[in-house]
């Protein structure tokens, strides 16, 4: 699966931006997606994750109630949907595909990133 993340920029605390992740190769629907951020100086951290068919989500605790991961199987496409967002949520935001759990090693496909800037 080859992924490409886009959507990030510059917005103020209290906006909202909304991720894209299109997705080519193998069986997108096929596959559990995840999207992941890092902040400078930080490690990676997981940000929510969503099911094959989207039924099933999940969600760190720092976003809960502020972002909504879903997904489009006919368009190939996952989205990261961040409302209310903090400076916090500074950071470069990832999606990936293939993994089950809120581990980045447990998934084997990547994006490139793309940078989300939240200004206080």
């Known amino acids: 699966v080859q992924l490409q993340a886009s959507g990030g920029g510059l917005v103020q605390a209290g906006g909202s931006l909304r991720l894209s992740c299109a997705a080519s190769?193998?069986?997108?629907?096929?596959?559990?997606m995840g999207w992941f951020r890092q902040a400078p100086g930080k490690e990676r951290d997981f940000v929510a994750r969503i099911s094959s068919g989207g039924g099933y989500t999940y969600y760190a605790d720092s976003v809960k109630g502020r972002f909504t991961i879903s997904r489009d199987n006919a368009k190939n496409t996952l989205y990261l949907q961040m409302n209310s967002l903090k400076p916090e949520d500074t950071a470069v935001y990832y999606c990936?595909?293939?993994?089950?759990?809120?581990?980045?090693?447990?998934?084997?496909?990547w994006g490139q990133g793309t940078l989300v800037t939240v200004s206080s």
């Open positions: 190769g193998r069986t997108f629907s096929g596959n559990n």
């Open positions: 990936a595909a293939g993994g089950r759990g809120r581990q980045g090693s447990e998934y084997p496909y």
